[in-house]
């Protein structure tokens, strides 16, 4: 491979047959041929999800779902819970469209608990709660099931959940927990390349849009308006026909490995990752609250992580430095995707070689 190899939270690692799939000739997006390969997407996420309900994919990177979200869900209140750079993005979004919001942040390297969750959904009025599922910039997984069950008290607070980098990672029962909407794009664990967008919407959820005016909510991310096109399997704009060709290809590949086994080789890698790294740097994420897709070290042995970044650039393998206000004091492997325990002893070793030379 002549460029570098992902081990960044996104993109990440992509493997050759999907690239392939993504260079077939394009089919017009108003045919039933089209139909046929988003049923066969939308039924394949649907299973991953593990839900019955609505499953809607969306040309856009995840944020415009994150923006998408709060525009269609509430009307009311958003309650926002912060641990880290991509869950403070989420309440921004909601401050900048207008929206009812209160932060409700813990230290970041710390999780979102059931337990915060409740504290501050019953002492306010709030018709949609936002938690990210995993925390990319601390390396924190939130305890997103004991969370949704919480929800189950607050039948009137819709659960919107950002899974972007964990979602195909970890599993997320969305019909039995109780989640209204999770999204992610597909650049993460999906292990696509980037551009795409998928998300599920339950009932309630599609509801409640259909109660909020148009003028909040806009045209190109309308849920109701998308819902309506894709009950016929269609979208209501030119879609990234390549991503439904690749997503397809990936949704083979994700089915002949067995998701419960896709889950136990993210948690092989991640058990790996952290075992090397917890004595020599210690990790960034508060104990118990590991992410199974990547990890964040404290730069407690004060490397030059500038240095380190750019020699394993030199050895062809990209890694992260800290994001946002951890640059410089953190750095990331991710361990996800599809990237194999193999490709993980790998870049360790690597690292190792490379942490000695500075
Ligand atoms: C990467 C990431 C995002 C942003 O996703 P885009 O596809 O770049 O919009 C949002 N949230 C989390 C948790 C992420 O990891």
Redesign the pocket.
Known sequence: MTKPKLFI??PTHVEQDVLDAFAQYPIGHRTADYSELQAKVVSGIQECLYTKQSVLISTS???GL?EAGVRNLSKGKVANFVCGA?SK?QAEITQICGLDQDTFEVEWGQATTAEQVEAALSAGNYDLATV?F???STGVMNPLQEIAEVLKSFPDTLLMV?A??GMMGAPIKVDEWGIDMVLA?V??AWALP?GF?VMSLSDKALERSKSIPEAQKGFYFDFVRIHKAGEKFQTIVTPSIPHLYGLSVQLDRIKAEGLENRFARHHEMASRVREWGQEKFGLFAQPGYESETLTCFKNSAGIDLIALATKMKGRNYLISGGYGDLKGKTFRLAHMGDLNLDDINDVLNVLDEVIEEL
């Open positions: 939270p996104g990177s995840a944020t994150m991509f993005r990210v995993n925390e990319t950002d972007v980098s794009s650049q993460k980037p967008a």
